[in-house]
């Protein structure tokens, strides 16, 4: 499954993958941080919407090593910036390797200094306090959609929380509710 947390400039993926072209085989969950085309309104007022979610900005491989222990983070790295739609090389850092939910925890913390050390996008922009605020409101979310894409693949650590499913059930039992009280 493929997650998708789309604010008013930026999204979230989050996917599951597999590096089979690497040896040892690296398999986890990317997290990419990628830019929301802005495009002019169309049709009427309830018409729906195009939403582009494609230039990336950031991307963390929180992988493991397929020949170690689950919770090795033996291939974990990220790109801290990209040459259109490609990575720039793989960088490592002792965070990732030690605790990958408190590394990424921080990186989303900071939306500004994760697009100053892109370089693709002025951190100074209008947009990007709140742009801030609410990507810093949705980690708790984000990191069970990684738990999750974790505990699909076998990197069965933790079971994910029930958190995302809890609201999404609540919230449907409510619209139910409401539905049939009309």
Do not use: C
Request: hydrophobic share 45%.
């Amino acid at each position: 499954m493929i997650f998708a947390y789309v604010f008013e400039r930026i999204a979230v993926v989050v996917m599951p993958v597999r590096v089979t072209n690497r040896d040892p085989q690296e398999i986890g969950a990317r997290v990419e941080i990628r830019l929301r085309d802005v495009e002019p309104r169309r049709g009427g007022w309830g018409a729906a919407q195009r939403m582009v979610i494609d230039r990336p900005i950031f991307r963390a491989d929180l992988f493991d090593q397929v020949d170690k222990a689950p919770g090795n983070w033996g291939g974990a790295h990220y790109h801290p910036t990209f040459d259109d739609i490609e990575p720039i090389g793989r960088f490592f850092h002792d965070g990732l390797t030690a605790d990958p939910e408190a590394w990424l925890t921080a990186e989303l913390s900071d939306l500004p200094a994760v697009l100053r050390r892109s370089g693709l996008v002025d951190a100074d922009e209008p947009w990007v306090p709140a742009e801030a605020v609410a990507l810093r409101e949705a980690i708790p979310v984000i990191l069970d959609a990684i738990r999750s894409t974790w505990w699909s693949l076998g990197i069965r650590l933790d079971p994910p929380s029930s958190g995302w499913k809890t609201r999404i059930t609540n919230r449907a039992s409510a619209l139910r509710s409401r539905a049939l009280a009309r």
